[in-house]
């Protein structure tokens, strides 16, 4: 499975709509795709009709290692080859709490759910259900990007309209790509595209 994070500072610049369409693209090649909303704006979730602003949203119980099975988790769409991890204000509160938390573990907790077993023709990993994973980020780095970050292969950021605060994202994306760098050996070596 190969994972993509979509990740910009800048908000506004069509990061959800572009993990929703190629989402869909992939789905129309024939591949199989899981989306995780990491925005706790869940505008993913919306997109896909699932969002759920009462409940805790699943994404917030993955961050906060709440959860015993990935079927838990994971949500179908209306589409039969996308399923979606959904997200909402709750995920906010779980960041939150993860940053006062005392553990050698907070940047660990979405590793968790690749390797968690689900019913696909039997038993299988998430590796071995979905082609892909497709990641939308909110625009900050909150402990919940830093752990997307570690199961991520290829980080895309998204391209925004050049105006005076592009420049400061850019000189940000420098920043990130560093922070990546040191990221490496836990994601496995993830790259970053621009």
């Not at 925005?39 to 979730?45: E, F, I, P, T």
């Not at 996308?82 to 940053?99: C, E, R």
């Not at 990007?145 to 994202?169: D, E, H, L, Y």
Request: aromatic letters at 10%; one cysteine or more.
């Amino acid at each position: 499975m190969k994972t993509i994070s979509i990740l910009n500072l800048k908000g506004g610049v069509a990061k959800t709509f572009t993990a929703a369409n190629m989402a869909y693209e992939l789905y129309r090649r024939g591949y199989k795709g899981l989306l995780i909303d990491n925005d706790k704006q869940g505008n993913l979730s919306k997109a896909y009709s699932r969002y759920d602003a009462e409940n805790v949203a699943p994404v917030t119980k993955l961050l906060a290692g709440d959860w015993e099975s990935a079927d838990e988790l994971i949500q179908h769409t209306e589409y039969e080859g996308i399923d979606i991890v959904t997200a909402n204000m709750s995920l906010f509160g779980a960041t939150w709490n993860l940053t006062k938390e005392d553990s050698g573990n907070q940047i660990e907790r979405y590793k968790a759910l690749v390797y968690a077993k689900v019913q696909y023709y039997g038993d299988c990993t998430i590796y071995g259900k979905y082609d892909y994973c497709i990641i939308d980020n909110p625009p900050d780095i909150g402990l919940n990007v830093v752990n997307a970050s570690s199961i991520c292969s290829v980080t895309i950021s998204s391209p925004s309209k050049a105006s005076s605060s592009t420049f400061t994202g850019t000189i940000t994306s420098s920043v990130i790509a560093s922070a990546f760098t040191t990221l490496s050996p836990i994601s496995g070596g993830l790259s970053m595209m621009q």
